[in-house]
């Protein structure tokens, strides 16, 4: 079946996004290790900007006051927000927090990591943008392509207002929880509108239910492992804040069992890794797509695993951080498209044991 022009753009551009959702993430990673959030106390602008300043002589004697102010402004809006919503506790806490209050130091390092993080954002809203329309192709074989592609445009309009708000009302842990969780989604909406593309028209496979089980087992450890992992991020920053920086290699000691529970999360990943791991080579030959994906998700666990003791006994180093995120997403990506191609294979002729 012949694939017309106006398809194949989609898929082509859909993919494109799917790579740059990865960059983001990592650039994300990048910001939060590096503590880079505040850079730009503005948003969507940089300092009033739509080029930051590289040095502090660039900005009015009271830029301090003017973006506190501002920020106080915005947390008062979001407390408001989230009274109507019935978090009235919350709501509470963001106006009392008197930390909000300290002005943060210009820093030309942390204002442009800050601002071209935000620049690949908007690349990837534009790719975003682009997939929902090219998406309409599909709206006779398949109503679903398109609809998605435009939750997952609005979806990402709301991660970037999200994100303002995770830095503006310093790092509210549920915030963070959520910011990641929907980073992912965004990413599952991706992942999932290109493989129904690619798929339209062909037939499910008969694969055993105890595969389809596993995957989806997985799958879920997966999320809940990286849902863990933005708590210990959270404790870390919490530990770090009440020593002020310092005593580096105390960090993990003093973040509690929250970190054991991480741990203990990645040893569940790894085995249950191990038994889809089996199936898969029981079920699809060598060169099979499954196969291949599921070798690749296998490499991006080995690599996280390596990341994680890293962070564990070299005192957090920012880089690592930064990969542990990238390779965490990683591995719920390829998890994800595994899953999918159970179902139907987005490779034609697809050669099963």
Not at 114 to 127: A, D, K, Q, S, T
Not at 194 to 200: C, D, G, I, Q, R
Not at 326 to 337: E, K, R
């Amino acid at each position: 079946m012949m694939t017309s022009a106006s398809k194949i753009r989609f898929q082509k551009t859909n993919l494109i996004a799917i790579v740059f959702i990865f960059v983001v993430i990592l650039a994300g990673g990048i910001v939060r290790s590096t503590g880079s959030g505040m850079g730009c106390p503005d948003w969507p602008k940089c300092f009033g900007r739509y080029i930051p300043p590289i040095s502090v002589s660039q900005l009015p004697k009271d830029y301090k006051q003017k973006y506190v102010a501002e920020r106080v402004e915005k947390n008062q809006r979001f407390a408001k927000t989230l009274d109507i919503f019935g978090f009235g506790d919350l709501a509470r806490r963001i106006r009392e927090d008197k930390s909000i209050l300290i002005p943060e130091e210009f820093n030309a390092a942390n204002t442009w990591t800050e601002f071209i993080n935000r620049l690949l954002g908007e690349v990837l809203g534009l790719l975003l943008l682009l997939t929902a329309i090219f998406s309409f192709s599909y709206r006779r074989e398949n109503k679903l392509i398109p609809f998605l592609s435009i939750v997952n445009l609005l979806l990402v309009g709301f991660q970037a207002w999200l994100g303002s708000i995770v830095v503006s009302t310093n790092l509210v842990s549920w915030i963070v929880t959520v910011h990641m969780v929907l980073a992912l989604g965004i990413l599952a909406l991706s992942i999932g509108t290109y493989h129904l593309a690619k798929v339209y028209g062909r037939h499910k496979l008969n694969i055993s239910p105890i595969t389809h089980v596993v995957a989806v087992f997985a799958l879920i450890i997966s999320i809940l492992q990286i849902v863990f992992g933005t708590e210990v991020r959270e404790k870390i920053d919490a530990v770090a804040s009440h020593l002020q920086g310092g005593y580096r290699e105390d960090w993990i000691g003093n973040a509690g069992a929250i970190f054991m529970q991480h741990r203990d999360i990645a040893i569940l990943v790894l085995l249950i890794n191990i038994v889809l791991y089996a199936l898969i080579r029981s079920g699809f030959s060598r060169h099979s797509l499954q196969q291949q994906v599921m070798s690749f998700t296998f490499l991006m666990i080995m690599l996280q695993i390596v990341t994680g003791i890293l962070l564990s006994y070299w005192s957090l180093p920012p880089a690592a951080q930064a990969v542990h995120i990238l390779l965490a997403s990683l591995v719920f990506g390829a998890q994800f498209y595994l899953m999918l191609n159970l179902y139907q294979s987005a490779r034609a002729g697809e050669v099963r044991r």
